[in-house]
């Protein structure tokens, strides 16, 4: 079964991540809330297209697809299987965001995120939800380092 949506991991090989916080939209059930660069599939779009179509579209980018890190499930929206992709950049380059649907984009090291109960906080940013299960695999598994010095 196909994907319904896909996002991307987006790390340096410094270990630096990228996230996006969505802008506010009463018609976005995640409105406002830190995520990964994706986004629905769109018509016959693989789950790989739809990842870098959104990466383009929402931060400016294409990365190096490197390694699909499985399916997630939105808590508010079980039924929708999301893709999640892990891609290398050669630096932390100053995203390009679409200003309809992103707020700012924001790169994170790992180690700097303070550890809360099913959350993790960077500053005043809470991570939570999916991208929090997606992050903590992708930390814990140490995933990452597989963009090291790529």
Not at 46 to 56: D, I, L, P, V, W
């Amino acid at each position: 079964m196909e994907c319904k949506a896909a996002v991307t991991v987006i790390v340096s090989k410094n270990g630096y991540i990228l996230l996006i916080k969505r802008k506010q939209n009463p018609r976005d059930p995640w409105s406002g809330h830190v995520a990964f660069p994706g986004g629905r599939r769109e018509n016959s779009e693989s789950c790989y297209e739809a990842a870098m179509r959104e990466c383009y579209e929402e931060v400016g980018i294409r990365p190096k697809i490197v390694k699909e890190l499985g399916t997630y499930f939105p808590n508010n929206a079980p039924d929708m299987k999301v893709k999640a992709f892990l891609g290398c950049v050669e630096r932390e380059f100053e995203p390009v965001i679409q200003k309809d649907e992103v707020d700012k984009a924001i790169w994170i090291r790992p180690q700097d995120l303070e550890v809360n109960q099913e959350s993790f906080y960077y500053g005043d940013l809470k991570i939570w939800g999916m991208t929090y299960r997606i992050l903590k695999d992708v930390i814990e598994k140490k995933l990452y380092q597989i963009c090291l010095g790529h």
